[in-house]
């Protein structure tokens, strides 16, 4: 075997795995730790089992396994083996399992003792895939309670050791340094007026024309590495292009991985899939387009949809260290290097990003109880945990106390999301089992089928389809559909069952959607979202679509998969998920509550007709919302209730202030609303419900501090305005004050009342908050200006000695004379 720089600290590694049950392995690229750690475990004493090694993607998981057996002279499948979804190599013999985490995490369900199982071995912990966090979260509470024996060890080359330790009781972290090859870097720069595959082209030339050796791109996702792949085979002819990514037949990665039988110099282009654990023989020159592409739940839309951001600068210290794997290399970056630091440092573990529903189906099924509980390096998000059981809920799979149902049990069962698995488990009771099974890999595997939006054209041309992916697929889908028939026993065959529309409708309930237009291209969804269609699709003439897939934002998303169902179809299948509803809306231009009854399915109304008897307690639920939106200026409030409120106000008495009266609207306006569609109350029946509120010692603290009106010496009331901004006023006819040589105040504090005074005509003439000083102050001045247009009145020198009195000077000297 040759010696890796991983061998110099196997020995320290051993010894604490022979010590304890638990280590953190830091290693950078090149160093063996994914290839070289598991063999050396067998023999351990206390090795007595398999061991088995998680790796984030099926790719690296084979190539792992190929490169162990081939070090010990052998084949896959003997002492070294491994498990993917769609490939499997295993035997009674083998004792080093790689597997992909998703498998582990199903393994540990079945299993929680892992029996036989000696070690777990989570290799490139860094990435932070939400299987690994889940899958470590629970080898170590099964190691805590039930396997004290069980070895733990986490590797990454780029690994916080500390948080991770932390977490493992009794870890020991260990570093190993690795070989140091140089790595030069060549900052080319952006070229925003070309497209990513135009720019890639151009420095894949140019790193072939400067450089020797195979060189390796990376692009963030499948139809950019095809269309570059077109471009390079046009302008550098003799070169062998590969492809790299998930969904290249494993024929086609071998042959990205290993050098060329025939020493023919290549050209790899690859996903963010030859990130880490893999090493490509033969590449010492590394092109990256800086993006990366990564699945992100929309929370809104309840989809998940690939984003494509800037790689971070882990990401690109990992995608340069591929050309140094092996000796001296070169990493061309197309960005500037003064941009570099502005990238995020690390990409956000999924745990932050992912849908959780899969994550909480599992946890209940673990019966944990109280997953904050357990050993995670950044815990489930409480909102993203309580939608997630709150979708799971909807299918069935938990109960009211957020217990896994036997429908749950049988869901996680399956090797899917939980929405897929209520699908498979669906069409098992309907005879159905087959189709759904292909239907869920169909949506799982990028590129069976071909491409395009129609998923029945993929599904057709997946069946027809005889290469190697497309037959282990189609065996992966039998068994799926066997699982779930044992699930539902007594249902077998595929005889009359749904179509698949009607399939996918139960699993994405609330993603049927129905035309906005006839063009077909703008769509609403039962879940009350939009989306949108390619005009050039099939399915652009369809009355229903049921949609699998759609990227971008939660507004307007493309629909990237779906499937078309008829009003036949709809009426048949989903007859169940329709409903009628009373519907209220306001009409703002006609300020009335309008009833309707609507016939929908979710958010898609089927027909509406007026409702001529709505409840009457949602009626007033609405137009008190009005009024919390508008205001209490909404409604017709009269000048009493106004000064009621006021008056409140000045006292500081609680109860009748304005925000107070729209938090508790439902208390003194609803009764008012009975039998209403509108605002249109009386004014009086407002003001004494207002009144009403106030018991009687409110309203004798009222009168006390806030009278109502002022009375005159003259005898005549007049209501004190406390609205106006110069405080409380009044405005009464001068005349009515003679006699009056203090000024009037109100409350406690006796303050000033503003006086408002008028002529016999109701004009003003002075407004004053001290009275003796305008009687004898500019009352002169008035009493020249008044004499002349109101002759018939008194306008005596000294009011204040007068009787007061409105009367005109002949009736009111007659009056004394009586």
Request: with cysteine; glycine share 8%.
């Amino acid at each position: 075997m040759t010696d890796l720089p991983i061998h110099a600290v196997l020995p320290e590694l051993l010894a604490a795995l022979a010590s304890g049950p638990n280590a953190v392995l830091i290693a950078p690229p090149g160093a063996g730790k994914t290839t070289a750690l598991a063999p050396a475990l067998l023999d351990q004493p206390w090795c007595t089992g398999t061991v088995i090694v998680l790796s984030p993607r099926r790719v690296a998981a084979r190539a792992a396994a190929e490169r162990m057996a081939q070090t010990l002279g052998e084949e896959p499948g003997e002492t070294i083996g491994y498990v993917t979804r769609l490939d499997t190599k295993r035997s009674g013999r083998t004792r080093v399992v790689v597997m992909t985490e998703a498998i582990f995490v199903a393994t540990i369900l079945s299993d929680p003792e892992l029996s036989g199982v000696s070690a777990v071995l989570f290799d490139e912990a860094h990435e932070r895939h939400l299987d690994s966090d889940l899958g470590l979260a629970l080898a170590l509470e099964a190691q805590g309670v039930l396997r004290e024996d069980l070895r733990v060890v986490v590797m990454s080359a780029t690994l916080d050791g500390a948080r991770f330790s932390a977490l493992m009781p009794g870890a020991r972290v260990i570093e190993s340094e690795g070989k140091a090859h140089p790595l030069e870097i060549r900052w080319l720069g952006a070229s925003p007026q070309l497209r990513t595959d135009q720019a890639m082209a151009n420095a894949v030339v140019q790193a072939w024309q400067e450089q020797t050796g195979d060189i390796l791109g990376f692009l963030p996702g499948v139809r950019d590495i095809e269309r570059t792949a077109d471009l390079l085979a046009q302008r550098l002819p003799s070169a062998l292009i590969l492809p790299l990514h998930g969904q290249v037949e494993p024929a086609g990665q071998r042959a990205a991985i290993r050098r060329d039988a025939q020493g023919r110099r290549r050209i790899v282009l690859a996903t963010a899939i030859a990130e880490t654990s893999l090493t490509l023989d033969g590449v010492c020159v590394v092109v990256d387009a800086g993006l990366s592409r990564r699945a992100e739940f929309d929370k809104v839309a309840g989809v998940t949809r690939l984003v494509t951001t800037r790689a971070s600068q882990a990401a690109a210290a990992q995608r340069a260290g591929r050309a140094a794997r092996q000796g001296p290399g070169v990493a061309y970056r197309l960005w500037e290097e003064a941009a570099h630091a502005g990238r995020a440092a690390f990409d956000p573990p999924e745990m932050l990003t992912s849908d959780l529903a899969p994550l909480a189906l599992t946890l209940a099924q673990w019966g944990a109880g109280d997953p904050a509980q357990m050993a995670w390096i950044d815990p489930p998000p409480a909102p993203a945990m309580a939608a997630a059981k709150a979708a799971l809920a909807a299918l069935g799979a938990l109960d009211g106390e957020g217990r896994i149902t036997a429908h749950g049990r049988a869901m996680a069962r399956l090797p899917m999301e939980p929405a897929l698995a209520h699908m498979l488990l669906f069409a098992a009771q309907h005879g159905a089992a087959g189709e759904a099974a292909r239907l869920a890999l169909l949506l799982q595997e990028r590129g069976l089928g071909g491409s395009g939006e129609d998923l029945a054209r993929r599904y057709d041309r997946w069946r027809g389809d005889r290469s190697a992916r497309a037959e282990a697929s189609r065996k992966l889908a039998a068994r799926w559909a066997q699982a779930a028939q044992r699930q539902v026993p007594g249902r077998a065959g595929e005889q009359d069952g749904p179509p698949l529309g009607v399939l996918l409708a139960e699993a994405f309930p609330d993603r049927i959607a129905r035309p906005r237009a006839a063009n077909g291209e703008e769509w609403l969804s039962s879940g009350g979202r939009g989306y949108r269609l390619d005009p050039a699709s099939p399915l652009v003439t369809a009355r229903w679509l049921v949609i699998g897939d759609a990227q971008g934002e939660a507004k307007g998303a493309r629909i990237m998969a779906g499937l078309a169902l008829d009003d036949e179809d709809v009426s048949q299948w989903l007859a169940h998920r329709m409903e009628q509803r009373h519907t209220l809306t306001w009409n703002a231009q006609e300020r009335r509550v309008e009833a309707r009854l609507e016939r929908r399915l979710g958010a898609i109304v089927l027909g509406k007709a007026p409702d001529p008897r709505p409840d009457p307690a949602e009626v007033a639920a609405l137009l008190i919302e009005v009024v919390r939106r508008e205001g209490l200026d909404a409604l017709p409030l009269g000048k009493a209730a106004r000064a009621l409120i006021e008056r409140a106000r000045y006292a500081g008495l609680e109860g009748l202030e304005p925000q107070t009266l729209l938090d508790e609207a439902e208390d003194w306006l609803a009764p008012l609303l009975k039998g209403h569609r509108d605002l249109d109350l009386p004014a009086g029946r407002l003001h004494e419900a207002l009144l009403d509120r106030l018991d009687w010692n409110a309203r004798s603290q009222l009168d006390r501090l806030a009278p109502g009106e002022f009375r005159s010496p003259a005898g005549t009331t007049h209501a004190i305005d406390y609205a106006h901004e110069g405080g409380p006023a009044v405005e009464l006819r001068v005349q009515a004050l003679f006699g009056l040589d203090r000024h009037p105040t109100i409350g406690q504090t006796h303050q000033p009342l503003l006086l408002s005074l008028t002529s016999p005509a109701g004009r003003p003439i002075q407004t004053t908050a001290d009275l003796p000083a305008f009687w004898r102050g500019s009352w002169r001045d008035v009493v020249k200006d008044m004499k002349g247009r109101y002759p018939r009145h008194r306008w005596p020198d000294q009011p204040w000695a007068e009787d007061p009195s409105l009367k005109t000077r002949n009736a009111f000297e007659a009056s004394r004379k009586k």
